[in-house]
């Protein structure tokens, strides 16, 4: 625990997740609403480290809730109380495992009317709890919004153009070792390492912020660069996998040298041209 929060961005996410809860629980207190814990629950559910932004998780978790309350209460204005409903959390129960983990909208589907009708077993609150919960849900994505993402300044300069960059540089040293037959093996399978996992760093960002509209623009000029060092990375492997199996390794010196400039050019425009500040 303490090596995780040396890392600047959980303390980073710790602090906005926080912050977030923290505004989530003084609205809940002060609001009066029946069932405030489920503010609560949102906020900690959209505001979270994962795979797509704030924007996204905060569209999939309004649209499960909606369709999920609409499901729970057509269920609690047909079904008697007792056994019929027992089955429809059942049934709910049984959809909610089997496709919980496929989709995050549906998880949310299947998982609101489970809790409305657990809310209300006897049904004497009528269409109150599914009110409840559709409100606490659009209170809490607002929070989420305006906390966790709005008003949340991010740098991504140095988890996409600046990663990039450095990705680069340490390719034009490993062309420079490559191509020129020099140093060990080991020393360049550990370069190689680190630069293939900038290279899958750099992706696993661009697919999360493909789902914020405030970097469509940058975007498709980061996948260029992103594809571009992947093409290279390949070819130097392939030479210096071949190179150290006491075969020619590859073009002369001053190919190795145009190689390395044009890579270390292509860092510089990287840095020279990232974005400035954004949110996320």
């Not at 405030?36 to 906020?43: A, R």
């Not at 505001?47 to 999920?68: F, H, N, Y």
């Not at 959390?89 to 495992?97: E, F, I, K, N």
């Amino acid at each position: 625990m303490a090596d995780r929060f040396r890392d600047p961005e959980a303390r980073r996410y710790a602090l906005r997740l926080t912050l977030c809860l923290t505004v989530a629980q003084t609205v809940a207190s002060f609001s009066g609403l029946p069932h405030s814990g489920w503010l609560v629950l949102t906020v900690a559910l959209v505001v979270r480290p994962a795979l797509g932004t704030v924007p996204a998780r905060l569209m999939t978790r309004a649209l499960g809730t909606t369709a999920g309350v609409l499901i729970g209460l057509a269920a609690i204005t047909v079904l008697p109380p007792g056994w019929w409903r027992i089955g429809a959390v059942v049934v709910l129960t049984g959809l909610l495992q089997a496709y919980a983990r496929r989709n995050y909208a549906l998880q949310t589907l299947f998982l609101t009317p489970v809790m409305l009708l657990l809310a209300d077993p006897l049904g004497l609150a009528g269409s109150a709890v599914p009110a409840a919960r559709l409100l606490d849900t659009v209170a809490g994505c607002a929070v989420a919004l305006v906390f966790g993402y709005l008003l949340w300044p991010e740098d991504t300069r140095a988890r996409v153009p600046d990663r990039l960059a450095r990705a680069y540089e340490a390719m034009a040293e490993y062309a420079d070792r490559t191509l020129t037959a020099s140093g060990d093996a080991g020393a360049l399978h550990t370069l190689r390492r680190r630069i293939h996992g900038d290279l899958a760093a750099v992706r696993t960002e661009l697919t999360r912020l493909h789902t914020d509209p405030r970097h469509h623009d940058a975007l498709e000029t980061w996948r260029d660069d992103l594809a571009h060092a992947e093409q290279v990375m390949a070819r130097l492997t392939t030479t210096a996998v071949a190179g150290h199996h006491d075969t020619p390794c590859g073009p002369p010196q001053d190919g190795a040298a145009n190689l390395a400039a044009h890579l270390r050019s292509r860092a510089t425009n990287l840095r020279k041209h990232r974005p400035g500040r954004t949110y996320a």
